[in-house]
């Protein structure tokens, strides 16, 4: 049984993290830690299990880590974790810097411990699935995503995030995007971006190879235009990736698995580890530059 320390008292940290801890035969949560003590006690006793006051308290009462907090947290976090010699658990993004991600990586493998960055559908396996057999296909061109998300309406737990207002659809679900485009074209050489109305924002990327992507973000959709569209173009034509078949909990509960069989074989190749982690961070930060200075961003 591995015991999981939960860093994070917010929805997702309750709702997913928490709860698919708490379902797994081969997991335990060991305690809870979170910025806002008093949420971090109401989910400790929701679970049975202790709150803790001290990051590193907790970090000496577990084995590995589950992280739901805003990004840059997550990075210190994790850094302080693996030192220690606990295995990672992390969510998307890996952090809001390539800096502090460079950080997370040099930790984790100096410590030798196991990680997973849990980018959602790479957990279900329908979706892993198509994405193998579309890489081993090959003649891939081009692809196109979009992603419209309306989170800023009513009773949308994730419309208060202070992070997500900052930084916006690209840092949010673009890493989402980005976890499926990947695994197909390869590595992004070149990154190209521009911004629209309504937090839009656009990325044109060239991968290794020479096929292209684009990306079309967004956290403020109106709710009818809400979509989500992934397509490749190629010598053998068309491909859409399918949405993932279950649920949250069950892809959270594979990404347990995965951290598991890490931990046990001791191998350190998982395809979502810190390291793929770090890619997509790197896509994001040099999206950011050239944003922000209007121009193409090399790799």
Sequence with gaps: MVRFGLFGTGHWAAETHAAAIDAHPRAELAGVWGRDPAKAATLATRHGVPVFEDVDELLAACDAIAVALPPDVQAEIAVRAATAGRHL?????????????DRVVAAAQASGVASVVFFTQRFHPNVTGFLASTAAAGGWQHARATMFASIYQPGNPYGNSQWRRDRGALWDIGPHALSLIL????????????DGPSGLVH?????DGGATSTLSLTLDAPPEAVTRDFVFFGENGTETVPPGDGSVLQAFGTAIDQLLEEVEAGTRDHRCDVRFGREVVAVLDAAETARSQRRTVDL
């Design 89 to 101: 658990l992390l969510d998307k993004p890996l952090a809001l810097s390539l800096a502090d991600a």
């Design 183 to 194: 695994p197909v074209l390869g590595r992004v050489t070149r990154v190209a971006a521009m």
């Design 203 to 207: 990325l044109l990327l060239t991968h």
